[in-house]
């Protein structure tokens, strides 16, 4: 089992940035991909990035340009640097793990509240 724990979410202004962290520890040496997703109100989670651990990307369109991606290589953290945010980027974040590159993923963490005021 992997345990998923994120930070650094918060209040920050349209265009600003944050970068969120996520820290993962138990059974981190099987993760082949380590990503993050959102839930805005209302709306279903979504994918917002992913990695894995032969260092291939995927970003959401929604977030390209603004968002990157990147990790230890170690598989135990994770961070989602998000910059010129916007109101529609407020939502909870939540990252996560699989073992596999692609697929569902296995384990998530509790989530970390980001809102971006206009």
Known sequence: QVQLVESGGG??????????????????????????????PGKQRELVAFITSHGSTYLADSVGGRFTISNNGAKSMWWLQMNSLKPEDTAVYYCASR????????????????TVSS
């Open 11 to 40: 209040l920050v202004q349209a265009g600003g940035s944050l970068r969120l962290s996520c820290t993962a520890s138990g059974s981190i040496f099987s993760i082949s991909a380590m990503g993050w997703h959102r839930q805005a």
């Open 99 to 114: 073992y596999s590159d692609y697929g569902p993923f296995d384990y998530w963490g509790q989530g970390t509240e980001v």
